[in-house]
């Protein structure tokens, strides 16, 4: 068996233990949320998302493992054009999710200013239709008389 490198140990260890502390999270807070909260499916749901992601870590451990295995096999040193392509890559791969987040932050903001003005006298519009009716009748008067009272205090 070859050597294997130390950062894939590490990796797969620090992989591991996050597995494990899941698995725990699942085996003891998880168990007991869904004692407590037993007609609700969506915290079942939650606990099973812990376990599922407790064994997507294990295999990405182990996956981690092998690659380490393979790489020490080889032996092969990484050329200058793999170096540069995978640089290369890196930067773009940034630069797009940085144009991700400028785009989706102008959308959300135009959005929202679209929402703000086109709905701006829905509030006034709600208001007074909510007046008009019920207790409304009821509150008109008192906020005329309320206002009349404030308005000859000053």
């Given at each position: 068996?070859?050597k294997i490198?130390?950062?894939?140990?590490?990796?797969?260890?620090?992989f591991?233990?996050?597995a494990?502390?899941?698995?725990r999270?699942?085996?003891?807070i998880g168990?007991d949320?869904?004692?407590y909260?037993?007609?609700?499916s969506?915290?079942w749901e939650?606990?099973?998302?812990?376990?599922f992601q407790?064994?997507?870590?294990?295999v990405l451990?182990?996956a981690i493992?092998v690659v380490?295995?393979i790489?020490a096999?080889?032996?092969?040193?990484?050329?200058?054009?793999?170096?540069?392509?995978c640089?290369l890559?890196?930067?773009l791969?940034?630069?797009w999710?940085?144009g991700?987040?400028?785009?989706t932050s102008?959308?959300?903001?135009y959005?929202?200013?679209?929402?703000l003005n086109?709905?701006?006298?829905f509030?006034?519009t709600?208001?007074?239709e909510?007046?008009?009716?019920g207790?409304?009748?009821?509150?008109?008067p008192v906020m005329?008389?309320?206002?009349?009272?404030?308005g000859?205090?000053?």
């Open positions: 068996m070859k490198s130390k950062g894939y140990r590490i990796a797969s260890a620090l591991l233990i996050w494990i502390v899941d698995f999270n699942y085996a003891t168990k949320l869904v004692a909260y037993s007609g609700e969506i915290i939650l606990v099973q998302d812990k376990l407790g064994i997507v870590k294990v451990a182990v493992i380490g295995l790489r096999r080889k032996k092969k040193q990484r050329t200058a054009l793999t170096a540069i392509t640089l890559s890196l930067a791969f940034v630069i999710g940085a991700m987040f400028c785009l102008v959308t959300a903001e959005a929202a200013t679209r929402y086109g709905y701006r006298d509030a006034s709600m208001q007074l909510a007046l008009n009716t207790w409304g009748k009821v509150l008109i005329r008389t309320t206002m009349q009272i404030a000859g205090r000053r």
